[in-house]
């Protein structure tokens, strides 16, 4: 099975700042990475696909990145209703994994 | 409007079995596959299951392979899941899935979950 590494697990920041969150892959996967974000008690709500590609109605501050195994979900200016948790998932082969998680708070 | 809603969650005891439904509404049920995702209690996402649009195609996480069965009855816009032999750790708020796209394995539209206890 594919590991996904995902780092930071939780990280403070206040309203305005720049935010990136790491996802390694134990083995390649091409881009087949995407980013989702749930807020308890809510569905999760997919964010990126394909690595860097953005979905539909989510807002441009969201973006992301790859290296190799290694992706990247920055949030350019954190916004008050960006204070969640954002999952890494590499649909490449079965079992579809997710990452660990990070807990994104307010400073 | 596309929506997914989970029912059949519930208090059960360990060894017990459960059915959870998914019924879903806004597209074209059947040209999708579609995914059981769960999260146990303080922890992350967990892939559990797929299934392929025309219901073909099946895979499972190593955790519930030989206990969970993953079906759908595309006449009636429902996927389902089967799980036998509980255990403890299957503890969670289950959540259906719709894959964005062909075969992408990503998922754009979620149902809002129902929770599994296992307990004695």
């Known amino acids: 099975d594919i590991q996904m590494t995902q780092s930071p697990s939780s990280l403070s920041a206040s309203v305005g700042d720049r935010v990136t969150i790491t996802c390694r892959a134990s083995?390649?996967?091409?881009?087949?990475l995407n980013w989702y974000q749930h807020i308890p008690g809510k569905a999760p709500n997919l964010l990126i696909h394909g690595a860097s590609s953005l979905q539909s109605g989510v807002p441009s501050r969201f973006s992301g990145s790859a290296s190799g195994t290694q992706f990247t979900l920055t949030i350019s200016s954190l916004q008050p209703e960006d204070f969640a948790s954002y999952y890494c998932q590499q649909s490449y082969s079965p079992p579809y994994t997710f990452g660990q998680g990070t807990k994104l708070e307010i400073k | 409007e596309m929506q997914l809603l989970e029912s059949g969650g519930g208090l059960v005891q360990p060894g017990g079995s459960l059915r959870l439904s998914c019924v879903a509404s806004?597209?074209?049920?059947?040209?999708?596959?579609m995914t059981w995702i769960r999260q146990a209690p303080g922890k992350g996402l967990e892939w559990v299951s797929v299934?392929?649009?025309?219901?073909?195609?099946?895979y499972y996480v190593d955790s519930v392979r030989g206990r969970f069965i993953i079906s759908r009855d595309n006449s009636k816009n429902t996927l389902y899941l089967q799980m036998n032999s509980l255990r403890a750790e299957d503890t969670a708020v289950y959540y259906c899935?719709?894959?964005?796209?062909?075969?992408?394995?990503?998922?754009?539209?979620w149902g809002q979950g129902t929770l599994v206890t296992v307990s004695s």
């Open positions: 083995q390649t996967i091409s881009s087949y």
């Open positions: 299934i392929s649009g025309s219901g073909g195609n099946r």
């Open positions: 899935a719709k894959d964005r796209g062909t075969n992408t394995d990503s998922f754009d539209y």
């Open positions: 806004g597209f074209t049920f059947s040209t999708f596959a």
